[in-house]
C-alpha cells in the first residue's frame, strides 16, 4: 500500500499524521516493540483504528513512515569545504545514528515495510546534495556511493554483531572516490 502524500498542508490530514507518529514514538517509548498494536496507537492518537488502517494500511507501514520521518534530516549535510570530509562527516552521522538501537529498528521497520526504497531515496537525495557542491570535480555517481558506502554501513548494522569501524569507513569512502 502507498502512502498517501500531496494532502492539504496543515489540514486534518496532517494533524492525523503528526497525532499518530506521536503515539507511536511514546508507545515504542514506553514498551517492547513487539507488543506495539495498532489498537493501542489509535487510542493513544484519538482516531479509530480504521483510520490507520485506510491511511497506512498495515502496522509495518505505518512504523516505515514514522521510521522515515525520523530519518529525515533537519539540515542540509554537512558543508565542509571539501568532497572527502563532506562525505566522511555524512557517513559518520549516519553511522552514529543508525548503529543505535532506535536507528537499528528504524532501519529494520524501513526493510520490513511495502515501501523499503523509501530509504534509499532519502539518502540518495542527501549525497546528491554533497555531490552537488563540487561542480568543478569529478565525482561518483550515487549508486557508486550507495554500493561502496552506504551498503556495507547498512549491512554490518542489521546483521553484524558490531557496525562498520570508522577507520574502515573512511577506506571505503575513498576507494567510492577514486576513479
Not at 566522511?88 to 536507528?103: F, H, I, T, V
Not at 531515496?121 to 563540487?134: E, G, N, S, Y
Request: aromatic content about 4%; charged content about 25%.
Amino acid at each position: 500500500m502507498t502512502i498517501k502524500e500531496g494532502l492539504r498542508p496543515g489540514g486534518r490530514s496532517a494533524r492525523v499524521q503528526e497525532s499518530v507518529h506521536a503515539a507511536v514514538r511514546s508507545l515504542l517509548d514506553e514498551q517492547d516493540r513487539a507488543s506495539v498494536t495498532v489498537p493501542q496507537i489509535a487510542s493513544r492518537a484519538g482516531v479509530t483504528p480504521s483510520t490507520i488502517y485506510r491511511r497506512w494500511g498495515d502496522l509495518s507501514t505505518l512504523l516505515a513512515d514514522v521510521a522515515l520521518a525520523h530519518m529525515r534530516p533537519d539540515s542540509e549535510p554537512l558543508a565542509t569545504g571539501n568532497l572527502r570530509d563532506d562525505v566522511r562527516a555524512w557517513a559518520e552521522q549516519y553511522l552514529d545514528e543508525m548503529s543505535s538501537e532506535p536507528g537499528r529498528n528504524m532501519l529494520r521497520d524501513m526493510q520490513a515495510s511495502q515501501t523499503p526504497g523509501r530509504c534509499s531515496v532519502l539518502i540518495a537525495t542527501q549525497l546528491q546534495i554533497i555531490l552537488d557542491r563540487f561542480p568543478d570535480q569529478s565525482t561518483p555517481s550515487i549508486d557508486r556511493l550507495l554500493n561502496l558506502v552506504v551498503a556495507p554501513m547498512a549491512f554490518r548494522i542489521l546483521f553484524a554483531p558490531a557496525p562498520l569501524e570508522v577507520a574502515e569507513l573512511h577506506r571505503l569512502i575513498d576507494l567510492a572516490l577514486s576513479e
